[in-house]
């Protein structure tokens, strides 16, 4: 079974940039996270899909991250314009059922902002 | 706000020993808790769960202990083995929805 496929693995950028990050999750996985990993922390969940629809974009800074999940298969997470602050990995993860807790995750995207 | 705590960034034990890896919560709503693994370079992996109506919880050489009362999980490993070397996040959620993660532990375990 092919696993959580991220691209592009590394992006550097400078500040006031675009960035776009690509998901492709497990097949069937009705569940879909991105995550934000900043150097030293735990990830922080930035937005969750079930399916196309959104079920938690609580702690997305709506002003420049915005995420896509079209026909409830893979996601995009873009960031415009990226702040210093922004770099970090992005996770993305999912699962069959949100409620088992058990997420898979890509191996992540990093982003250096400068 | 950090809702999940794990106050050691690393811990360093012999091949062999038992690991012990802490968590502390500030939440009492949580009710499901999880523990990953993190190699570099690679993303997180599912390693164990635990639900509130349990307090241990155990597989293979992995068991979580949680104490409610004290909003404290621990993860032990027996025994202790060098591919164990990773970094271990907990996670902690209420019914399933948005997990809050510790911040790691880094396990280092020596031949």
């Known amino acids: 079974e092919a696993g959580v496929a991220q691209s592009p693995r590394y992006k550097i950028i400078e500040k006031r940039q675009s960035v776009a990050f690509w998901c492709n999750p497990i097949?069937?996985?009705?569940?879909l996270y991105w995550y934000q990993q900043i150097l030293g922390q735990g990830p922080k969940l930035l937005i969750q899909?079930?399916?196309?629809?959104?079920?938690?974009d609580s702690q997305l800074p709506k002003d420049r991250f915005s995420a896509e999940r079209l026909k409830g298969v893979d996601s995009t997470l873009k960031i415009q314009p990226a702040k210093l602050e922004d770099s970090a990995v992005y996770l993305c993860?999912?699962?069959?059922?949100?409620?088992?807790?058990?997420?898979?995750f890509g191996e992540g995207s990093r982003l250096t902002v400068l | 706000d950090q809702q999940v705590k794990q106050n050691s960034p690393s811990l360093s034990v012999q091949e062999g020993r038992i690991s012990i890896l802490n968590c502390d919560y500030t939440?009492?709503?949580?009710?499901?808790f999880l523990w990953y693994k993190k190699y570099p370079a690679e993303g997180p992996t599912f390693l164990i769960s635990?639900?509130?109506?349990?307090d241990k919880n155990e597989d293979g050489r992995f068991t979580v202990f949680l104490n409610k009362s004290a909003k404290h999980l621990s993860l032990h490993i027996v025994p202790s083995q060098p591919g164990d070397s990773a970094v271990y996040f907990c996670?902690?959620?209420?019914?399933?929805?948005?997990?809050?993660f510790g911040t790691g532990t880094s396990l280092t375990v020596i031949p």
């Open positions: 635990i639900s509130s109506i349990k």
């Open positions: 993860a999912s699962s069959l059922l949100f409620y088992t807790g058990e997420l898979f």
């Open positions: 939440n009492s709503m949580f009710d499901y």
């Open positions: 097949s069937g996985h009705a569940t």
């Open positions: 996670a902690a959620s209420v019914t399933g929805n948005q997990f809050y």
């Open positions: 899909f079930q399916n196309n629809g959104v079920v938690d």
